[in-house]
């Protein structure tokens, strides 16, 4: 398989200990921290740690500490690498004493699969991969896959289907697959920022794919956080002020199949289409393995769809950008 697609290329984490100011905190450079700055590779994408601490070797361990982790859950989710569990899982149609890690994601997918009727169905892997065999044939049929290709590969999707439990994870019909490319960014985000402020973290912006603020900035004001339909946009449409909030983007146009640009990569679990609600979509929520999760949904829902699910779920907002380029907030 080619290189994986990834929502978003930046990879950041910029944090300071104890409320210590960041660089370009109105509070002045001279009360910060020196920064500690890694540069490398997270995720399959380009990835910076700047951590200001009082301990520079202090700082240094903590960044081995993160990538050791986002390393160790890498191992576990992800669709790209033969040797992850998810990849074993795939082959297999079953695995025995699954790792912790994916059994709790999986646990949060199924509230997510429930709380949005199934719009949110991680099984939806097989529709995935009959779209990207479809287009990777010179002369595809630009509209996508026939009917009937649709309707064999439908036949094995459903988390209904999928047998989970902390001995087992099996899947109850053949050919069925997972994909978590639409969750575990933002669980990999959220176990970050559990790492740090486990370390005494009290103010940083975790981006691991997501994004998730802890705190406000070290001078009060919120973290600033542009939103954009695509990763290489280089003018957002709008700024998000955050604050204790994570936040998640989606958008059919951040990867498309074939050249006709009609078809994007999310696909909806119950029809096999690929509908275009909308531009783009953000949501807001409290982690972001929430806020991932739901913007998988709510792109393949209207606004009444979305605004009942909010009711239930009175934490999440949603920013969004019409097909027509309006923008609203829904929460």
Same mark, same amino acid.
């Given at each position: 398989?080619?290189?994986?697609?990834?929502?978003?290329?930046?990879?950041?984490?910029?944090?300071?200990?104890?409320?210590?100011?960041?660089?370009?905190?109105?509070?002045?450079?001279?009360?910060?921290?020196?920064?500690?700055?890694?540069?490398?590779?997270?995720?399959?994408?380009?990835?910076?740690?700047?951590?200001?601490?009082?301990?520079?070797?202090?700082?240094?361990?903590?960044?081995?500490?993160?990538?050791?982790?986002?390393?160790?859950?890498?191992?576990?989710?992800?669709?790209?690498?033969?040797?992850?569990?998810?990849?074993?899982?795939?082959?297999?149609?079953?695995?025995?004493?699954?790792?912790?890690?994916?059994?709790?994601?999986?646990?949060?997918?199924?509230?997510?699969?429930?709380?949005?009727?199934?719009?949110?169905?991680?099984?939806?892997?097989?529709?995935?991969?009959?779209?990207?065999?479809?287009?990777?044939?010179?002369?595809?049929?630009?509209?996508?896959?026939?009917?009937?290709?649709?309707?064999?590969?439908?036949? +094995?999707?459903?988390?209904?289907?999928?047998?989970?439990? +902390?001995?087992?994870?099996?899947?109850?019909?053949?050919?069925?697959?997972?994909?978590?490319?639409?969750?575990?960014?933002?669980?990999?985000?959220?176990?970050?920022?559990?790492?740090?402020?486990?370390?005494?973290?009290?103010?940083?912006?975790?981006?691991?794919?997501?994004?998730?603020?802890?705190?406000?900035?070290?001078?009060?004001?919120?973290?600033?956080?542009?939103?954009?339909?695509?990763?290489?946009?280089?003018?957002?449409?709008?700024?998000?002020?955050?604050?204790?909030?994570?936040?998640?983007?989606?958008?059919?146009?951040?990867?498309?199949?074939?050249?006709?640009?009609?078809?994007?990569?999310?696909?909806?679990?119950?029809?096999?289409?690929?509908?275009?609600?909308?531009?783009?979509?953000?949501?807001?929520?409290?982690?972001?393995?929430?806020?991932?999760?739901?913007?998988?949904?709510?792109?393949?829902?209207?606004?009444?769809?979305?605004?009942?699910?909010?009711? +239930?779920?009175?934490?999440?907002?949603?920013?969004?950008?019409?097909?027509?380029?309006?923008?609203?907030?829904?929460?």
């Amino acid at each position: 398989m080619g290189n994986p697609i990834t929502r978003r290329r930046a990879i950041c984490i910029m944090a300071a200990a104890a409320g210590l100011p960041l660089l370009g905190s109105s509070t002045g450079a001279k009360a910060a921290a020196p920064a500690v700055t890694w540069k490398g590779q997270a995720l399959g994408a380009p990835a910076t740690l700047v951590l200001h601490l009082d301990d520079k070797a202090q700082a240094e361990r903590l960044i081995d500490r993160v990538f050791a982790e986002v390393s160790r859950l890498e191992s576990v989710f992800s669709l790209y690498r033969s040797d992850s569990i998810l990849s074993e899982l795939n082959r297999a149609g079953a695995i025995a004493a699954p790792p912790s890690d994916l059994v709790r994601l999986l646990e949060a997918c199924r509230s997510c699969w429930e709380a949005t009727n199934g719009a949110f169905d991680p099984t939806v892997q097989p529709l995935w991969a009959l779209y990207a065999r479809h287009f990777s044939v010179d002369g595809a049929d630009p509209a996508g896959p026939s009917d009937d290709e649709k309707r064999r590969a439908l036949a +094995r999707v459903g988390f209904d289907k999928l047998r989970l439990g +902390r001995d087992r994870v099996v899947f109850t019909r053949p050919g069925m697959a997972l994909t978590l490319n639409g969750v575990a960014q933002g669980y990999i985000t959220d176990c970050v920022v559990e790492l740090l402020k486990d370390a005494g973290v009290a103010t940083s912006l975790v981006s691991m794919g997501e994004i998730r603020a802890i705190g406000a900035r070290s001078d009060g004001t919120p973290w600033r956080v542009g939103l954009a339909p695509t990763e290489d946009t280089s003018t957002p449409d709008s700024i998000l002020d955050l604050v204790n909030k994570a936040v998640a983007t989606s958008s059919q146009d951040g990867f498309v199949f074939g050249d006709s640009g009609r078809s994007g990569h999310i696909v909806d679990p119950h029809s096999g289409e690929v509908p275009r609600h909308f531009k783009r979509l953000s949501v807001i929520a409290p982690t972001a393995t929430e806020a991932d999760a739901f913007s998988t949904a709510f792109s393949l829902m209207d606004t009444s769809d979305i605004q009942r699910v909010r009711e +239930r779920h009175p934490d999440l907002a949603v920013d969004l950008v019409s097909i027509s380029g309006e923008r609203s907030r829904l929460g």
